[in-house]
């Protein structure tokens, strides 16, 4: 069994920043695509920003020039530095991975992190 497992969200003043973790455990032979998505209260969940394996990124038009993803392919984390914060950027974040596994073939699995609330206040 995979798991993503998400840290660092918390309550921070609008303009702060916050640096998101995410990191894979289990039987992973690879993964594919990492990514964050974010769930505000009454809203549909929503792409913040995506990283191929071979590094192509892919952001929100609201988080481009202020969040910024990387990741670590050998310790199969993913991580979102979030600058210039805004109250609107609040929301559950949660991290995405597309995880090559045992399950109980071999096939990628499309695996959710349990989320981790980000609070901007104004």
């Known amino acids: 069994q995979v798991q993503l497992v998400e840290s660092g969200g918390g309550l921070v003043q609008a303009g702060g920043s916050l640096r998101l973790s995410c990191a894979a455990s289990?039987?992973?032979?690879?993964?594919?695509?990492m990514g964050w998505y974010r769930q505000a209260p009454g809203k549909q969940r929503e792409l913040v920003a995506t990283?191929?394996?071979?590094?192509?990124?892919n952001y929100a038009d609201s988080v481009k020039g202020r969040f910024t993803i990387s990741r670590d392919i050998a310790k199969n984390t993913v991580d979102l530095q979030m600058n210039d914060l805004k109250p609107e950027d609040t929301a559950v974040y949660y991290c995405?991975?597309?995880?090559?596994?045992?399950?109980?073939?071999?096939?990628?699995?499309?695996?959710w992190g349990q989320g981790t609330l980000v609070t901007v206040s104004s």
């Open positions: 990283l191929t394996r071979d590094h192509t990124t």
């Open positions: 995405n991975a597309q995880i090559l596994t045992m399950a109980p073939l071999l096939q990628y699995l499309e695996v």
């Open positions: 289990g039987r992973i032979f690879s993964i594919n695509d």
